[in-house]
């Protein structure tokens, strides 16, 4: 009920401020006040002063329920609000500061201090490429880093680095307990009672836990953290403690502390590469050397990682062993130490601290290409469609068949097996048959036309303030777990960012044949060609015809829209983007398309467009509506609706159903289509 209201909350900033495209965010913690949750997550935008960690606000906000895009293929928004504990989301209309007080620093001191780090960090090195990751080392934020980063880093398979990990951690820890046993063993000389290795598992585990708590106790960092405390606590006991039990006690610890820790990727990443690695390791009599060994544990955390990958990702790094292989000790041995100490300098002498800290940065950037690279290869990823039950049961089979101590016969079967799921995919739409799908990407529009061979993508929705756009988090998932691979014809109805704003990111996903826009949108992928009536062509036997614009532009952009006609025998599909009812009136006299059996609402449902000349004309079976949850026009209007209704029309709003769905089949019916947010609910999505 408090949706869209503007309201005056109070509360203390709960993160440490992370800067987006033109604003900032970060999470308050309220305080109590009826129907606002404990936590929220806020955008000020065009901000005039820096927050601060720990300060206190009173804050005019408006507010929304965590709610995400429904799609195949798409990341689970909701799951992550609902882990992390945040109620609701939203942007600051006025801000006043009241300030922060030491007992403000006293309740969150960890907090404050990563803020002060990251505060430091900025200044030091200003704003340049490795500003971002010396952050993410450093104190784990993981924001901090630019789109183009976090792409070469998913890409490489090394997005691991990034995140303050087992290994960075577990180095830091070993580390302190070997200065620990020096310093103990000279004290042993003076007559110091206490046996060095006492004082290496306490100081080990100290620092683990220390640093676990400066990068924000994630996952990773829990469960290397509490792993490291099992084994030192059972040998200042002095007992025998294996290194499945130390990881399945972890898995315990950590679900005790975060019931929810299953819903994060880091989860299944985390334990998953430790039981890999000891899977690998373990019960081999013969010796292997340092970089043999070294290389083959890549390997196997490459292979045995592939089903959490295709999981969580719908797609595996090819180049990841390789890029890991140098990237790994690079940064594990050389850039984590040096950005920790160049840090703790930057906090004790800022003046030789920058110095060093811009060295740091500069080792980063020369040895980026290292992931840059083979990230920007056209080949580095593999999509993995969305496999049936049988292709999952193959693609665990056949990865724990090649860790497993079988003869090499039986592991590389498990290959074959594990190579065979990832190459699987869906049979494709038969020869003049059709799969439609209209995707959910907010207030905008991105649809897909499938048939055998090829692929026709007719927009790709918005581009954000935050610089994301739904070309990466919508469009190209879906075409992923379609099993699709490049875009035959890719469309840009008209300028709109509502409909071009993903073009950019999806055009560097996929290789892109033709481009057809009404306007400029596509103009600086390559050439483009224009949209214009009476053009057809046929792709497996399945009809495409340009109804609108005509030779003479129109005066709006709008009615500038390009308006694609579908047919697979019997069927037509119309896609209308956002024409308004000069264009209407033309295309009706022009080019009327007669009853079609799925629509495309134009204009997002808005009475500007929808003439009953057009729904008496089309009188679609289906008609969809591309328009958001609770978007500020109010679209799709009710009076709009019922018109679609009257005419005997089922009408879908793409924001209540997730993705729709259709097969079309020449000579068959056509069966209701498939609702991805209805289908696919959890206990914790917005209705």
Request: proline residues 6%; contains cysteine; glycine residues 10%.
């Amino acid at each position: 009920g408090l949706e869209g209201q503007s309201l005056l909350i109070r509360g203390a900033i709960a993160s440490v401020p992370q800067i987006v495209v033109d604003g900032v965010r970060f999470r308050l913690a309220t305080n109590a006040q009826a129907g606002v949750p404990p936590l929220v997550e806020l955008t000020w935008y065009e901000p005039d002063r820096r927050l601060r960690a720990a300060e206190r606000l009173e804050l005019e906000v408006r507010l929304r329920r965590p709610r995400g895009f429904a799609n195949p293929g798409g990341a689970d928004y909701e799951a992550r609000m609902l882990r992390e504990n945040i109620g609701a989301t939203g942007y600051v209309r006025s801000l006043e500061s009241a300030g922060r007080g030491w007992r403000d620093i006293a309740r969150r001191p960890v907090l404050v201090s990563r803020d002060e780090i990251h505060a430091a960090t900025r200044r030091a090195l200003g704003e340049r490429p490795a500003t971002g990751i010396v952050a993410g080392l450093s104190v784990g934020l993981q924001d901090a880093l630019g789109t183009a980063q976090w792409r070469d880093l998913a890409r490489s398979g090394t997005s691991h680095l990034m995140a303050i990990s087992g290994t960075h951690i577990g180095m830091l820890a070993a580390m302190a307990a070997w200065l620990a046993a020096r310093v103990q063993r000279l004290r042993q000389r003076r007559g110091a009672l206490g046996a060095a290795r006492d004082a290496a598992v306490v100081a080990g585990s100290v620092t683990a836990i220390a640093y676990s708590s400066l990068a924000g106790w994630s996952v990773p960092t829990q469960r290397t953290a509490i792993m490291i405390g099992i084994v030192a606590v059972a040998l200042r006991l002095r007992r025998r403690v294996g290194p499945g039990d130390a990881l399945a006690l972890g898995a315990i610890a950590v679900l005790a502390l975060e019931p929810l820790a299953p819903l994060a990727v880091g989860f299944w990443l985390s334990f998953g590469a430790v039981g890999v690695i000891l899977l690998a390791t373990s019960g081999s009599l013969a010796r292997t050397g340092l970089l043999r060994g070294y290389a083959q544990v890549q390997i196997a955390v490459t292979a045995g990682l592939v089903p959490v990958l295709v999981g969580s990702f719908g797609s595996v790094s090819v180049v990841s062993a390789g890029v890991n292989l140098v990237a790994i000790p690079l940064y594990t041995i050389v850039i984590v130490p040096a950005v920790l100490a160049s840090t703790a300098l930057v906090l004790l002498l800022p003046g030789p601290g920058t110095s060093v800290m811009q060295g740091v940065a500069w080792l980063i950037e020369a040895t980026w290409p290292v992931i840059g690279v083979p990230a920007g290869w056209s080949w580095a990823t593999w999509g993995v469609a969305g496999l049936s039950s049988w292709a999952w049961c193959a693609l665990v089979v056949g990865a724990a068949a090649a860790l497993a101590p079988l003869p090499p016969p039986g592991r590389i079967a498990g290959i074959v097996l594990l190579a065979a799921a990832c190459g699987w995919r869906a049979t494709p739409p038969a020869p003049g048959a059709v799969h439609f799908a209209m995707l959910d990407v907010g207030q905008g529009l991105a649809a897909v036309v499938e048939t055998r061979n090829h692929v026709l993508v007719y927009d790709t929705g918005p581009a954000f303030r935050s610089g994301s756009d739904t070309g990466a988090l919508v469009v190209e998932p879906y075409l992923r777990h379609r099993g699709l691979r490049r875009i035959d014809l890719l469309v840009a109805s008209h300028d709109d960012l509502d409909h071009a704003g993903g073009v950019a990111s999806l055009a560097r996903a996929f290789p892109v044949a033709r481009r057809v826009a009404s306007g400029r949108a596509l103009d600086a992928l390559g050439p483009t060609e224009r949209c214009v009536r009476g053009e057809r062509w046929t792709w497996d036997g399945v009809s495409f015809e340009w109804l609108h614009p005509g030779p003479e532009a129109l005066p709006k952009d709008n009615d500038r829209s390009c308006v694609l006609l579908v047919r697979s025998g019997s069927h037509a599909v119309l896609l209308t983007g956002d024409v308004e009812r000069l264009a209407e009136a033309e295309l009706l006299e022009q080019e009327n398309p007669g009853r079609v059996d799925v629509l495309l609402v134009p204009h997002h449902g808005s009475r500007t467009s929808s003439t009953a000349a057009l729904v008496a004309a089309t009188r679609p079976s289906w008609a969809l509506v591309p328009s958001g949850h609770r978007n500020r026009w109010g679209f799709p209007k009710a009076d709009v609706v019922k018109r679609w209704q009257d005419s005997g029309s089922h009408v879908l709003t793409g924001s209540s159903t997730g993705a729709i769905e259709f097969e079309l089949h020449p000579g068959r019916p056509i069966h209701a289509p498939r609702l991805w947010r209805i289908e696919r609910r959890r206990l914790w999505h917005d209705p």
